[in-house]
């Protein structure tokens, strides 16, 4: 049983697999991207795992869980200041860290992209979204994730609470276009990562798991759909 298969035992994704043009997401981004991964987006779709762990999609519905939008480069950017100024500590060349990932409390998960020609070496690195700590493991981001979910692996930086209810995988749900009234919206379903990852930009305490509190929802509503 190889991990993706190992992976879908242990956490159900949807029924309908995803057709994803990876030719032109690898132009895009300059760069191949490891085939486990893309059998992994294919086979799940965008979305996050127990409510925390979510990865960067072709798909993702907002550019702050998108694998080809800004995301990466911006993160990227932060950490070549970090890593010039020595502000906090960074393992890595920054360009050799590729944000493929992000947490419910902020912290990023990247390929490390060493060599770049072979992404069948790449390993996987987590930083800490509020602190020095970084933390790396030797294999594939769809085997990090079974070690992850299955307790075999524990990342210092995640919640102890991670693995208190089964796992499970909710998938993302597309971003209302047009704009509507607040209260219309209430039982709308909206992507909870890219919700966090707005809402940290944007200066804002939310909560790592759990319900989003309404006062954010009405801001990221604001913002989105006026």
């Known amino acids: 049983m190889n991990d993706l298969e190992a992976l879908v035992r242990l956490c159900p994704p949807p029924n309908t697999e995803m057709q994803i043009n990876w030719n032109g997401v690898e132009a895009t981004l300059g760069m191949p991207l490891p085939d486990d991964y893309k ?9 996050n795992f127990c409510d925390y762990l979510t990865l960067y999609h072709p798909h993702g519905p907002t550019e702050y869980v998108n694998l080809a939008g800004p995301m990466p480069a911006r993160i990227r ?21 590729f944000a493929c990932g992000v947490t419910g409390n902020g912290e990023y998960l990247f390929w490390i992209t060493d060599p770049v020609t072979d992404s069948s070496r790449w390993r996987i690195a987590v930083n800490e979204a509020r602190g020095p700590r970084w933390f790396t493991y030797d294999g594939t981001i769809t085997s990090f994730l079974v070690s992850v979910l299955t307790g075999e692996t524990r990342v210092p930086q995640f919640p102890q609470s991670l693995l208190d ?7 993302s749900h597309p971003v209302l276009l047009k704009p509507q009234r607040y209260d219309r919206l209430a039982s709308a379903p909206v992507d909870t990562a890219a919700v966090r990852a707005w809402a940290r930009e944007n200066g804002y305490d939310v909560p790592s798991r759990g319900r989003v509190p309404p006062e954010i929802l009405r801001a990221w509503d604001n913002a989105h759909c006026h």
């Open 39 to 47: 059998a992994l987006a294919g086979r799940y779709g965008p979305g």
């Open 165 to 171: 209810v089964p796992p499970a995988f909710t998938p």
């Open 77 to 97: 950017a932060q950490l070549r200041t970090d890593y010039d100024r020595g502000t906090h500590p960074v393992p890595y060349d920054p360009d050799h860290l």
